[in-house]
């Protein structure tokens, strides 16, 4: 389930369908295991990225901004990702106790 919630906050970071970002990143997004695994992440990203991006910026800084989008976009959606599973946690607290 986790990968399910940190793969579809990732989507909404990026503003994609969360299919489309589980066909393309999901074995990625499997893989994560804590918030310092987002390094790693961004930096396998940004070489798979390489090849992909068609635009006009030099290699260096395309991977920079590849790199800058993947790790943003996955720390935001991780923070996201526990401030869920906390609110979880609090609702299950909450119906034990009454």
Known sequence: MKQD???????EEL????????????????EMDS???IAHFAEQLTEELRDDY?????E???AKYHHALMLDAMT????????????QRFQDDTEKEW
């Open 35 to 37: 918030l310092e695994d």
């Open 60 to 62: 260096d800084e395309r």
């Open 76 to 87: 935001n959606a991780w923070n996201r990702m526990e401030m869920y599973e906390d609110f």
């Open 54 to 58: 068609t635009g006009e910026l030099p």
């Open 5 to 11: 919630i940190l793969n579809k906050l990732f989507a």
């Open 15 to 30: 503003g994609q369908s969360a299919a489309l970002i589980n066909d393309y990143y999901g074995s990625f997004i499997a």
